[in-house]
């Protein structure tokens, strides 16, 4: 069965910073890999999404690579700012259902 | 984008009863929809994936009789909670898949905070 592993599992850094979340998973077997942000109390706001045959994807400050050979996914926050705050979740889609990983809580400190 | 929404966005509710959820792709036809429950500070649980005209397909470990799972539509389903426990107090959030040629993306709601006393 496959298994999404996710660190660190929280993470606190001054505004400015540049940080990366990491993301593991043991079946490399998957259709795409996606990233999400969770804020406090709510659902869930798509950022990146990775094709199995892409290397990376990026949006503004974000920028989400993928190693499906050895079963990694890292997503790059430039320049952090406090409204980047929440809970990312990393999810690979294995053909008929997302497996989760457990989270990152960042806190990006004024 | 592809919208879903989820009704209603919490509820408090007695044990002992039923409470349900609607989930709706708004602008869009959805043959599957997932619905996950998420327990604070966890990730997200897939219960069940609910096909339009059939039954749902349960998780292992997931009580179908408990949880309710109705598909009437190709933008609606609905989660039951039966005979509610304060156990089954948690967030619970539905997806939709769109299907559009080469790329399908599931879409998430809001999702529902349920508090049984």
Redesign the interface.
């Known amino acids: 069965k496959q298994e999404v592993t996710q660190i660190p599992a929280a993470l606190s850094v001054p505004e400015g910073e540049n940080l990366v979340l990491n993301c593991s998973f043991t079946d490399s077997a998957i259709y795409n890999l996606q990233w999400f942000r969770q804020d406090p109390g709510k659902g869930l706001t798509s950022l990146l999404l990775i094709q199995s045959s892409q290397r990376e994807q990026t949006s503004g400050r974000l920028n989400a690579s993928l190693d499906k050979s050895s079963g990694r996914s890292t997503l790059y926050i430039a320049a952090s700012q406090p409204g980047d705050s929440a809970t990312y979740l990393c999810a690979v889609w294995g053909g008929n259902q997302f497996y989760f990983g457990t989270g990152t809580s960042l806190t990006v400190i004024p | 984008g592809a919208v879903v929404s989820?009704h209603p966005s919490w509820v408090i509710c007695k044990s002992g009863t039923s409470v349900k959820i609607e989930c709706r792709s708004l602008d869009f036809q959805a043959t599957t929809m997932?619905w996950y429950r998420q327990f604070p500070k966890?990730?997200?649980?897939?219960m069940a994936?609910s096909n339009e005209g059939s039954k749902a397909t349960y998780e292992q470990g997931v009580e179908k009789d408990k949880f309710l799972i109705n598909h009437a539509s190709l933008t609606l389903s609905t989660l039951t909670v039966t005979s509610a426990h304060p156990e089954d107090s948690s967030?619970y959030?539905c997806?939709a898949w769109l299907s559009s040629g080469a790329t399908d993306?599931?879409?998430?709601?809001?999702?529902t905070?349920l508090t049984v006393l």
Not at chain 2, 105 to 111: E, M, S, V
């Open positions: 989820q997932f966890q990730s997200l649980m897939l994936t967030f959030i997806s993306t599931q879409y998430f709601g809001p999702g905070r």
